[in-house]
């Protein structure tokens, strides 16, 4: 039976580690394994996707979709979900509900960069007035078939000029 004391790897499993650039009687001296001069001889070298001048392969592929430079940050929000905070008092169904509602309800923590009112069941609140950045269709259809509305915020676009006055 083996004890913890004796336990030792086996023979040949750990390596001494070989130090290279150590003069020419180690076999690994001189260049170290590092061929001749330049950039990859040195330390710190980072040239990651280059192929010697050949067009690379990220640059060969095509490209696809569209990355937005400042993406919005949403909060989506089931109405399911909405109606079981109504159910368990939470959150006041009388007033409008906005993002500061849903905050003040503790439905969300913070207003982001909006809200976004998504699902299509579940919603049975008569007369919930919701004002929102965004809605789908089934939640806005399912709001209005419980006799609710939605007011869909219009959405800030900077980029667009201002009519000019005539």
Request: aromatic share 6%; hydrophobic share 35%.
């Amino acid at each position: 039976m083996t004890r913890l004391n004796e336990l030792r790897d086996n023979p040949g499993a750990n390596k001494p580690r070989v130090r290279v650039g150590r003069g020419i009687g180690s076999g690994v001296g001189k260049t170290g394994g590092r061929g001749g001069k330049g950039q990859t001889a040195r330390s710190g070298v980072a040239i990651n996707g280059f192929e010697g001048g050949q067009m690379p392969l990220h640059m060969r592929m095509p490209k696809r979709g569209f990355n937005s430079f400042n993406p919005k940050d949403w909060n989506q929000i089931r109405i399911d979900r909405i109606q079981a905070y109504m159910d368990s008092g939470k959150l006041d169904a009388k007033g409008v509900i906005d993002a500061q509602a849903l905050v003040d309800a503790g439905v969300i923590r913070r207003p982001r960069d909006g809200v976004r009112l998504i699902g299509a069941e579940g919603f049975t609140a008569k007369n919930v007035t919701f004002k929102v950045d965004y809605a789908t269709k089934g939640a806005t259809a399912a709001v209005e078939a419980a006799g609710g509305k939605v007011d869909v915020i219009p959405a800030k676009q900077p980029w667009k000029k201002a009519p000019r006055a005539e």
